[in-house]
C-alpha cells in the first residue's frame, strides 16, 4: 500500500467518518478490558519523599513545579525552606527530608504544590509523581515504620510492590507543621 493511499484512509471527513460507522478490533477491545481493570481500583498519584510513599489528594489540586524560585524567611526552622509565588500566591516551602532526617536525592528533586490559594502547601519529593492504582486487598492496617507526625495525618496505607503508601491529610499535617514555627 502505498503512503499516498495510507495517507487518504485516514485523512476522512468528519461527515463521512459519521456515516461510515466505527469497527472495533480485537486489540482495541483489550485496551477497554484493561481500563476498566484498572478502574475498579483506586487510582491516585504518589510520590517519594525518602522511603515514605505519600498518596496524593483526589479532591485537591496537585501540580509538579520544575523550577520555582524559593526565598528563604530569616529565623524559620530549617525544613522551612522559604516561600514561592504561584500564580500570585505566597506558598511555603516544606523540605520533609529535613524534617525527617532523610537523605534528599541528589538528582531529580522536585517541587509538588498541594491545595490552592491560601490552603496551598509545597514540598519536595524525590522525583516525578507516579500514577499507581490500588485495590481493596493492598489496604492494610500494619502502621508502617514512618515518622510518628505521618503516622498521625494518615487516613489509610496501602502495601503495593513491597512498598507502603500512605493515604493522608495534608491539610492537617501542614497546619501542625504550621504551628511549630
Known sequence: MS?????QE??????KALKQG???GDDLLFDLESALEEDRGLQRHTVL???IGLVLPAD???ELIEKAAVCQLPNTQAWLNG???IRGNMIPVFDLHELFSIEPPVA???????????????????????LLVFTEEEITTTEPSIPSLVREHARQY????????????????FATLGEQL
Open 3 to 7: 503512503s499516498a493511499y495510507a495517507k
Open 10 to 15: 485516514h485523512d476522512m471527513q468528519p461527515g
Open 22 to 24: 466505527l469497527e472495533v
Open 49 to 51: 519523599v525518602g522511603n
Open 60 to 62: 485537591e489540586v496537585s
Open 83 to 85: 516561600v514561592t509565588s
Open 108 to 130: 531529580n528533586r522536585r517541587l509538588i504544590v498541594v491545595g490552592q490559594n491560601e490552603a496551598a502547601a509545597a514540598f519536595w519529593v524525590d522525583d516525578f509523581p507516579r
Open 158 to 173: 496501602f502495601l503495593k510492590d513491597g512498598a507502603t503508601w500512605v493515604e493522608w491529610d495534608f491539610k492537617s499535617f
